[in-house]
């Protein structure tokens, strides 16, 4: 029997609700940081933050299994730089609220991953989850299609796809390391797919910093980066990839609030919608208090990976 009670589900929302104020953050950021730039600075910043915490807790950052190397590595290009390039430039070509929207078609994408790649059985509140989500994310999209598909929208969606793809392989990976290793090698992988886009695109460190990108930067690296991919591939680790990714829905609503108060964007009744039907089917998603072991059957064991 696994447990899965409500710390889980405050660690879903906690995420929910840090990286929905992110977008604001990064917007903010994007004012004096080119996108690649932008996750150097934030995926090394927050990976040098976390292992000064593993340092002060005396964890290893050793990796148990010479070919989880690898597997971090493929996981943190897909989900840490593959997700955190696309998104930024998403930012740069859309508002931040309609970059969420397009962006958090992913918790969609991993729940049907879950579903081909690790054999995970939906079950009826996380089905329920995934037909209320796709009919408040049409509702969102079809303004979006209307206008004709923008560079910002087919970016955001391609980041989306991204973050997808690099959760169910580290689902499927099953890394034995501490969550903090975890974590910290992901992102250093994601800093320096950065660094290698940085010098291809001829990105330089701004010479000129306003204070709302200060602030931006500031957040993002620490709280959007550094906390939240903690609590997330702990997040992960622990519960079936489709129940942690649906419990992301909550985001772009989050996402949708922060742009309202602080960017002054202007929700239309669509968009209102849109967001109550994505704020059911968040809460459809995230985890009950207890759920069988048997009702989220895993792999078979593999000897090589």
């Not at 049409?138 to 979006?144: A, E, G, K, N, Q």
């Not at 890394?175 to 940085?198: D, F, Y």
């Amino acid at each position: 029997m696994m447990q899965v009670g409500s710390g889980d589900r405050g660690v879903l929302l906690a995420v929910a609700a840090i990286w929905g104020l992110n977008f604001v953050s990064a917007t903010y950021a994007l004012e004096s940081f080119t996108p690649w730039m932008l996750r150097v600075v934030t995926f090394l910043g927050g990976a040098l933050i976390l292992a000064v915490v593993a340092a002060a807790r005396k964890i290893s950052l050793r990796l148990l299994r010479p070919r989880d190397a690898l597997h971090l590595a493929i996981a943190g290009t897909f989900s840490v730089a593959g997700f955190g390039a696309l998104s930024a430039l998403a930012l740069l070509n859309t508002t931040a609220g309609r970059a969420s929207v397009c962006l958090y078609l992913m918790p969609i994408w991993v729940a049907l991953l879950s579903k081909v790649v690790l054999r995970e059985n939906l079950g009826r509140n996380r089905t329920a989850a995934v037909l209320i989500g796709i009919a408040g994310l049409s509702v969102l999209l079809v303004p979006l299609l209307k206008s004709g598909l923008s560079y910002g929208a087919l970016a955001a969606t391609g980041a989306g796809l991204s973050w997808a793809i690099g959760t169910v392989y580290l689902k499927w990976a099953r890394v034995p390391s501490h969550q903090l290793t975890v974590t910290i090698w992901q992102l250093v992988a994601g800093g320096i797919v950065s660094v290698i886009g940085a010098i291809l695109w001829h990105e330089s460190f701004p010479t000129q910093i306003t204070m709302h990108a200060s602030w931006g930067i500031a957040y993002t690296t620490i709280m959007g980066t550094a906390v939240a991919y903690l609590l997330w591939f702990g997040a992960i680790a622990r519960l079936p990839a489709s129940t942690a990714g649906l419990g992301t829905l909550l985001v772009p609503v989050f996402g949708m609030l922060a742009s309202i108060v602080l960017l002054g964007e202007r929700p239309t009744i669509t968009d209102i919608i849109g967001f109550s039907l994505i704020f059911v089917a968040g809460l459809l998603a995230l985890p009950s208090r207890a759920r069988t072991a048997s009702a989220h059957p895993s792999p078979a064991p593999r000897k090589t990976r």
